[in-house]
């Protein structure tokens, strides 16, 4: 059974930097698709990176670009998610997401797998 464990929020000062980490356990031989979404109260959760498993293709969402970098290890199926430069807006509970194969790019949101989350609270 496919697993996913986010980490790394925390309370971070504004204009700081954050990693997010993920781990996907449970299935090792199929190539996952690894994203990253994030929702607020009063919000839909909205996909903000994407990334293939050879890592020839990256999705990110207009308002986190040159800002977010998703990267992914396939040797410990893991993914990171680096976010320079914190705004007070990117306070949000964070998601890591697997699908099989799954395509990237707009619109696509549709993942098979969920981990529960971690909150990043950025003061301002």
């Known amino acids: 059974q496919v697993q996913l464990l986010e980490s790394g929020g925390g309370l971070v000062q504004a204009g700081g930097s954050l990693t997010l980490s993920c781990v996907l356990s449970?299935?090792?031989?199929?190539?996952?698709?690894m994203a990253w979404f994030r929702q607020t109260p009063g919000k839909e959760r909205e996909i903000i990176a994407a990334?293939?498993?050879?890592?020839?293709?990256?999705y990110y969402t207009d308002s986190v670009k040159g800002r977010f970098a998703i990267s992914r290890d396939n040797a410990e199926y893991t993914s990171s998610l680096r976010i320079y430069t914190l705004k007070p807006e990117d306070t949000a509970v964070y998601y890591c997401?697997?699908?099989?194969?799954?395509?990237?790019?707009?619109?696509?949101?549709?993942?098979?797998?969920w981990g529960q989350g971690t909150q990043v609270t950025v003061s301002s």
């Open positions: 997401a697997a699908a099989p194969w799954q395509r990237i790019g707009p619109g696509i949101t549709s993942y098979n797998f």
């Open positions: 449970g299935d090792t031989f199929t190539r996952y698709t």
């Open positions: 990334v293939s498993w050879a890592s020839n293709s990256t």
